[in-house]
């Protein structure tokens, strides 16, 4: 039975050949030293806003301000149940004009070429959607993902949002 749920929003930004990580402190208790977008947690009156929820993520562990982003979108919304928890994933890729970044306490932002991504330790969640959308980046459709564990590991069963209106 679920009792909670823990929203968050996150994005990966593109500049020229490369996408901005974000490997986490080794301080963290979640993840240490694991590689992610940037994002965090939907703070209390930003529900109804999830765009500048990220927005807010972006400037706070960056430095880069919306007027430095091009086509920031909502791609992906993760489902997943940890324990007793629904957490609901708002996943946003964009370009940015700048490549200067500033520093974070989260962790250390790095511009990372395209084709040394999966070279990182990232989570199972991460991983997959990235592979999906390096599969669709010309797709600009919405997609919703379950995270589901099957046979010892991580499996995505994705699915295009669409209003059937």
Known sequence: MLNSIRVMTS????????????QRSPRKKFMPNVWAAVGGHVEPGEHGDLLQSCLREIAEETG????????????????RQRNKELRQQFVYFG???????????????????????FNRRMTDSNRLMLEHYFGNTDDKQIWVG???GVNGG????????SDWG
């Open 146 to 148: 379950t995270l589901q």
């Open 11 to 22: 994005a990966y930004l593109f500049y020229g050949d490369s996408v901005l990580l974000m």
């Open 154 to 161: 991580a499996v995505v069963r994705w699915a295009p949002m």
């Open 95 to 117: 370009t940015t004009t700048t490549a200067d970044i500033g520093s974070t306490d989260e962790g250390t932002l790095h511009w990372i070429p395209y084709h040394e991504v």
């Open 64 to 79: 880069i301000q919306p007027s430095q982003l091009n086509g920031l979108s909502l791609r992906y919304v993760l489902l």
